[in-house]
């Protein structure tokens, strides 16, 4: 499916948000989903023309939820596809070749979840939660968020504003490099989720981010004893 460059913002230290609009049809897709977006390269790259997203914005709330716009944010590097993504500007072509993933909330609204992300590994979460706003749901959610530092957080105001509206029981954000942060620093292990998730052992995790980070948020899980768990691992970082 072709889509159009929007618009484009940074919302975090080197990560842009790429809005794209969707001309043709709209596109069905459910909160936590990725797109798989393809570029026609203006340099070149190693790994091809393609890469997979979480979509960041949700779909409406119809039955079979579809949107006419889809967002994805990424943090800029200097791989031709980034590089190529980077440059674009308002009105540029791409093209969505495939929706698909099984990262998305439990059925059971009555299921308590912890969301656990590493850096840009918030955009499904996101998806999920401004589609639980855009509907009024409160759900029982835990987000725990962890980045270098503050600068580097995305979406660090409308997360924070999850926990007051009543949308995530607490928001825990978590600082790897800044000694300034006054809240939770260092790496999150199985002592900080034991320590701050209390019946933990009862409670839905899903973690996304880069595979490292990932991989050592399941085995602290492990560690817990905690089964019931979702992974997204974002593949190519
Ligand atoms: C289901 C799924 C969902 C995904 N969702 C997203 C998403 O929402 N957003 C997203 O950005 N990606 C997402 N990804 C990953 C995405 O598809 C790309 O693989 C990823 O963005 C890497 O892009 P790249 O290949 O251009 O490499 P880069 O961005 O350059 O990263 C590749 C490697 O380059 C090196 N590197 C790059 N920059 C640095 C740096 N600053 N410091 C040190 N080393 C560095 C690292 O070794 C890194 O592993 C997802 C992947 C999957 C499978």
Redesign the pocket.
């Known amino acids: 499916m072709n889509v159009f460059l929007k618009n484009k913002k940074e919302i975090a230290d080197?990560t842009i948000l790429f809005g794209f609009e969707v001309p043709d049809a709209a596109m069905s897709y459910k909160p936590g989903q990725?797109a798989s977006l393809k570029l026609a390269l203006k340099y070149p790259?190693e790994?091809g023309p393609e890469?997979?997203?979480?979509i960041?914005n949700p779909p409406d709330n119809k039955p079979g939820g579809r949107g006419r716009r889809i967002e994805?944010?990424?943090?800029?590097?200097?791989?031709g596809?980034?590089q190529t993504m980077a440059a674009m500007q308002d009105g540029d072509p791409a093209e969505i070749t495939r929706i698909g993933?099984e990262?998305i909330l439990p059925k059971d609204p009555d299921q308590a979840v912890v969301m656990v992300a590493g850096g840009?590994?918030i955009?499904?979460f996101k998806c999920m939660l401004d589609h639980l706003v855009s509907k009024d749901e409160k759900r029982r959610l835990i987000l725990l968020y962890s980045n270098k530092n503050k600068a580097n957080t995305a979406f660090y105001d409308e997360l924070s504003q999850m926990e007051p509206a009543g949308y995530v029981s607490k928001v825990y954000f978590v600082m790897t490099r800044d000694d300034t942060w006054p809240g939770p620093k260092g790496r999150m292990n199985a002592g900080f989720i034991a320590d701050n998730i209390s019946g933990y052992q009862k409670k839905h995790f899903m973690v996304?981010g880069?595979p490292s980070f990932v991989g050592g948020i399941s085995q602290a899980l492990e560690e817990l004893g905690i089964s019931d768990v979702k992974l997204?691992?974002?593949?190519?970082?």
């Open positions: 080197d990725y790259d790994k890469r997979f997203f979480s960041v994805i944010a990424t943090r800029i590097s200097g791989t596809y980034k993933g990262f840009v590994g955009t499904p996304a880069p997204e691992k974002f593949f190519g970082y």
